[in-house]
């Protein structure tokens, strides 16, 4: 059984910074991907970034592509998501997961554990 848990969400101005952490416990995460999805309300939890094992290889969804950066610290067994020019359409509570199977994929489907979610609110 995986833990995660998500912090370093806030409230700032569009055109600022914020980094997210991902803390995982209960089992070591540095051989599988990882990923970041979000939720805005009244929409689907969409694919943000992912990272895989051992973090030589990284993808992002095309609204974040050149601003966010995903990466991780194995021997912490923690991941990040460094988000610089924010908007306010990245307006959502982010989530990070893990891919057991490591398939590296942008589906939600495809990860198995997933935090509680971390609120990021861009004001205009």
């Known amino acids: 059984q995986v833990q995660l848990v998500e912090s370093g969400g806030g409230l700032v101005q569009a055109g600022d910074s914020l980094r997210l952490s991902c803390a995982a416990s209960g089992r070591t995460v540095s051989s599988y991907a990882m990923g970041w999805f979000r939720q805005a309300p009244g929409t689907e939890r969409e694919f943000v970034a992912a990272i895989a094992w051992p973090g030589l290889s990284t993808r992002y969804a095309d609204s974040v592509k050149g601003r966010f950066t995903i990466s991780r610290d194995n021997a912490k067994n923690t991941v990040y998501l460094q988000m610089n020019s924010l908007k306010p359409e990245d307006t959502a509570v982010y989530y990070c997961?893990?891919?057991?199977?490591?398939?590296?994929?942008?589906?939600?489907?495809?990860?198995?554990?997933w935090g509680q979610g971390t609120q990021v609110t861009v004001s205009s």
């Open positions: 997961a893990v891919d057991s199977k490591s398939t590296f994929s942008s589906s939600r489907w495809m990860y198995g554990y």
